[in-house]
């Protein structure tokens, strides 16, 4: 049986209970719980390592005050997870490295058939083909395709219609699949 990790893990009512009464340890088993998962998640939308560890940072200390207004209304590591998304979008905010779709560009009744090409299947690294998208194309797509997040709770984090999550999303695709096929066409024609 695989093991629950990341923000998968289920934390027990008796240790969100001892954390809300202030005890030292409970906060620190959360942290531990939750650090790695939060640590890449936090890379993967902000895309350098000293962000990602202030957002960790950051987010651990918003959890940690915050810790009393957790209801049991859902998962905590839904919760977590959340917090540390939030923190990430707001880095990317406050650095002004995200160029968000005006609803005026957004075009009716675009549709892309995501999955019509085979492009993503010869992709080896997805990773370092995110690195390569605009930051708000790269935290759409994280957000939905990697985190699970539906295009009602993307358009909540960034203010937006869920048209902008709809259309940030294929925009996002179509440009992974540009930079894949310029991969692999550079790996055909490099010298051996």
Known sequence: M??????????????????????????????????DASYALAFRICSQHSVAEDVVHDA????????NKFRNDGSFSGWCRRIVTYEALDRLKKSHR???????????????????????????DLDKLLQQLSPNYRAVFILHELEGYNHKEIAQFFEKSESFSKVTLNRAYASLKKIALKTTQELQYAPN
């Open 2 to 35: 695989r093991k629950n990790s990341g923000f998968n893990q289920i934390v027990s009512k008796d240790l969100i209970l001892l954390a809300q009464q202030g005890d030292i340890d409970a906060f620190e088993k959360i942290y531990r719980l939750f650090a």
């Open 60 to 67: 651990f200390i918003k959890i940690m005050n915050n810790v």
């Open 98 to 124: 995200v160029h968000l779709v005006n609803e005026d560009d957004l075009i009716d009744g675009e549709e892309l058939e995501l999955f019509q090409q085979d492009w993503l299947d010869a992709v080896i």
